[in-house]
């Protein structure tokens, strides 16, 4: 059984910190990566990281603040989120994709707030 959850999310004042973890576990997957959904928008793509460590970041608002990591021994991927800013507030998701298939699976979520 294939399971993606996240972890970490909760309220923070805006310039401050926050670390999300997401453990999948049932597959072995190549690319990892963190999705956010704001009220009344549509989900994007924040970060994706491979296996091998290879990174991208998808939205330039996010580049130099947000860092995606990831420790394939434990099937677990990370997103660092530094001087967080009131438009950042959302829903993150993660998402891992199979080796085998390439079927992508979520994460149910993690809120993330941000106070001014």
């Known amino acids: 059984q294939v399971q993606v959850e996240e972890s970490g999310g909760g309220l923070v004042q805006a310039g401050g910190s926050l670390s999300l973890s997401c453990a999948a576990s049932?597959?072995?997957?190549?690319?990892m990566g963190w999705y956010r959904q704001a009220p009344g928008k549509q989900r994007e793509l924040v970060a994706t990281?491979?296996?091998?460590?290879?990174?991208?970041y998808a939205a330039d608002s996010v580049k130099g603040r947000f860092t995606i990591s990831r420790d394939n021994d434990k099937n677990t991927v990370y997103l660092q989120m530094n001087s967080l800013k009131p438009e950042d507030p959302a829903v993150y998701y993660c998402?891992?994709?199979?080796?085998?298939?390439?079927?992508?699976?979520w994460g149910k979520g993690t809120l993330v707030i941000v106070s001014s």
């Open positions: 990281i491979t296996s091998g460590g290879n990174s991208n």
């Open positions: 998402n891992a994709k199979a080796r085998f298939g390439g079927t992508h699976y």
């Open positions: 049932g597959k072995i997957f190549t690319a």
